[in-house]
């Protein structure tokens, strides 16, 4: 009934060794560009409102210069980020990018920041939707908003618990709908002040030159205008998502990731870029709880009728009602993209290492439901306040942003020798880097006292907890690292050739069954404490492994072979060094996501090929349990064991003093 139940909840398990899993669960470059680029259009939401509204009404004519430069920004960060996906084709963006070019501890930062600025992007895009819907809905909506907003949290967990592809196409009506009817929006705006467009301009261009020639100066001028363009840098932030989530995309990923890119720039560069000038061209008010954006529809749409119909009350109440949804959307950028950075720290072992595990459904589990619960508390928090969870975002991203630029710039000059391009390559990538700097410095500057440091706070904490959970994993590795030192390299005597070969086991004697991760100290020293528990019980082992498939090798069909030959290769030398001891010995493997459904599956082979086969695995043991330890390190031995016991097969665990 348990499974049943959760198969009905989260969908039926995916079979990892399916040769065409890949393709049937990676996304096209057009679901990409939902997915992944929804972050980044739904910013249209509240991006250009933030950059207008900081120029005042005395000064909204400049912006007519940042919609231009909104649109060139998109295209700029968005080529420097091809080129990033170019040279990293398995995925990993920010983290990766830095860690590899620049230093680990570089990649730790920009990783950091990414998780929290993930978190925070499904809390802002999860109640920045909301507060849009609630532009035409009755007054009690706006009582129950915050639950919600909460419902609408556990809804995106629950799909994306079900999987990427289909919580992307699940969606994918609601972006096509917003993207329709702003286009429409735009267009209609744009076509309607025509005639204004060539005098707009000019006044423009005369106000300027009063600004720059006045006391204000030139000075003054670009203080007003840098002002304005880093406080609606919240435009730009979905733009890593490709190069972060590349490894959720069709063969082959760089083509299709540049693809993706395309879609994402060219649409947001549209959008943002029409939608900022619009407000300058329809001098668009900004009104008391309400948006901007549902001013602008209102009052482009609101005077269309057709055959005595209200159609722009209809087109009203679609366009925000889309835009409210797609920000829903958005937050998927976070559930895709925040379990991929975890994943990788987790690899690096930065954060616990469950946080590479996959689930039945090829999902990072363990990832999507730490985003979605610190999304929650922070939502809870700030009682789901857009202007509240705005001064906290934008800061982090654009640290990761900084240091990935820095990095590929680092790279590039470093390869000018090998590199016949290098120079472009470089000039693109420092010109994003320049655009990502002044903006980071600008937000940092205009944000940091009214709450743009808890932000800082919050990555700092969570960069010193990267560093004690590295530190414990490097210190249980400096000692297994000793334990195989000590016995990987044993001086054992090969076997006289005179001698009969030792072959596999003998099924009508006792035989001890080993579980092992791999050839090292650890399984070794279990066939030693064996034989001291047991002397001369067993002359027969039998080494059985899990090929565990987590996200560092769920990348490819070449990958998920390679990991079988490893695994194979593994339980050899396990076999090898049984019969140089003068025993008998085989082995058993399976390739499966999860260890202990697959080892049990496997004993249960074992357990009715040998009718006299006892069980044993290897446990590290620590000085005192904590609730650290226990964190850091699974019960895999204890939970295989009690599941064995329960079914009458016997099995002990055998103790390995670590710490």
């Known amino acids: 009934m348990v499974e049943t139940v959760k198969e009905l909840v989260f969908g039926k398990a995916k079979n990892p060794l399916d040769r065409n899993v890949f393709h049937k669960i990676s996304l096209i470059a057009f679901l990409a560009w939902v997915g992944l680029g929804a972050d980044g259009l739904s910013s249209s939401a509240y991006g250009p409102e933030e950059t207008y509204k900081a120029l005042g009404a005395q000064y909204h004519h400049i912006a007519l210069y940042l919609a231009l430069a909104v649109a060139a920004t998109v295209f700029i960060i968005s080529a420097s980020y091809s080129q990033v996906i170019e040279y990293f ?12 070019l620049l230093h680990p501890v570089a990649g730790l930062i920009s990783g950091s920041a990414l998780i929290v600025d993930y978190v925070l992007t499904i809390n802002l895009s999860i109640a920045a ?26 809804l995106l967990i629950w799909l994306n618990m079900r999987g990427i592809k289909e919580s992307v196409t699940t969606l994918l009506p609601i972006f ?26 000019q006044a423009t261009f005369k106000e300027t030159h009063e600004i720059v020639s006045g006391p204000l100066g030139v000075w003054g001028f670009l203080v007003i205008f840098f002002t304005a363009y880093s406080l609606g840098g919240g435009t730009y932030t979905g733009i890593e998502a490709v190069s972060n989530g590349l490894m959720n995309l069709r063969e082959p990923r760089v083509q299709t990731g540049k693809r993706t890119m395309l879609y994402m720039a060219t649409s947001l560069a549209f959008t943002a870029g029409g939608i900022l000038l619009l407000y300058m061209l329809w001098d ?27 159609v722009g009350k209809a087109l009203i109440y679609l366009t925000l009602l889309s835009e409210g949804m797609l920000l829903f959307i958005a937050a998927q950028t976070g559930f895709i993209d925040g379990p991929n950075v975890l994943s990788n720290m987790a690899v690096d072992s930065w954060l616990p290492h469950r946080f590479a595990n996959l689930s039945h459904r090829l999902v990072r589990m363990n990832g999507i439901l730490v985003m979605g619960i610190f999304s929650l508390v922070i939502l809870v928090i700030a009682k789901g306040n857009v202007d509240v969870m705005i001064l906290l975002y934008a800061i982090n991203v654009y640290i990761t942003f900084s240091l990935s630029q820095l990095s590929m710039c680092v790279h590039w000059w470093q390869a000018r020798r090998e590199q016949k391009d290098w120079i472009h390559r470089f000039l693109i990538n420092g010109l994003g ?10 937000t940092v500057m205009a944000k940091f006292l009214e709450g743009g440091c808890v932000t800082i706070v919050m990555t700092t904490v969570l960069i010193g907890l990267c560093f004690l959970i590295k530190r414990h994993y490097k210190e249980v590795q400096q000692a297994l690292t000793r334990l195989d030192d000590a016995l990987t390299n044993l001086p054992l005597p090969d076997r006289d050739a005179s001698e009969p070969a030792l072959g596999p086991c003998d099924k009508s004697k006792p035989i001890a069954v080993v579980m092992v991760e791999r050839y090292n100290g650890l399984g070794i020293h ?20 899990i090929g565990r498939i987590d996200s560092s090798k769920f990348k490819g069909v070449e990958e998920l072979d390679n990991l079988r030959k490893n695994t194979e290769g593994n339980l050899k030398k396990y076999v090898e060094l049984a019969h140089k001891m003068g025993y008998r010995a085989d082995y058993r493997y399976l390739v499966d996501i999860d260890v202990i459904a697959g080892m049990e599956k496997l004993c249960d082979q074992v357990a009715a090929e040998f009718p006299d086969a006892t069980f044993f695995s290897g446990k590290l043991i620590f000085a005192k349990e904590t609730l650290w330890s226990n964190l850091l390190h699974n019960q895999t031995s204890l939970e295989i064991q009690r599941r064995l016991l329960f079914k009458g097969i016997n099995m002990m665990v055998v103790p390995v003093r670590v710490l």
Do not use: C
């Open 284 to 310: 668009i008010p900004s009104v008391p709880n309400q948006t901007m954006n549902g001013t602008l529809a209102e009052t482009i749409f609101g005077p269309w009728t057709m055959g005595g119909w209200a």
């Open 176 to 201: 096509l709908v917003f993207v329709g009817t702003h286009v429409i929006l735009i267009l209609a705006g744009l076509i309607g002040h025509a005639p204004q467009i060539l005098p707009v301009a």
């Open 129 to 154: 939707g909301v507060d849009a819907i609630a532009d035409f809905m009755p007054p009690l909506f706006t009582t129950y908003k915050l639950w919600i907003e909460v419902l609408l949290m556990v």
């Open 89 to 100: 084709p398995s995925g990993g963006g920010g983290y990766v990018v830095a860690s590899k």
């Open 433 to 442: 880097l320049s655009l990502t700097s002044i903006i980071l410095v600008a």
């Open 526 to 545: 279990a066939i030693f404490s064996i034989q001291k528990l047991f002397a001369g019980r067993f002359q027969d082992f039998l080494f059985v492994s």
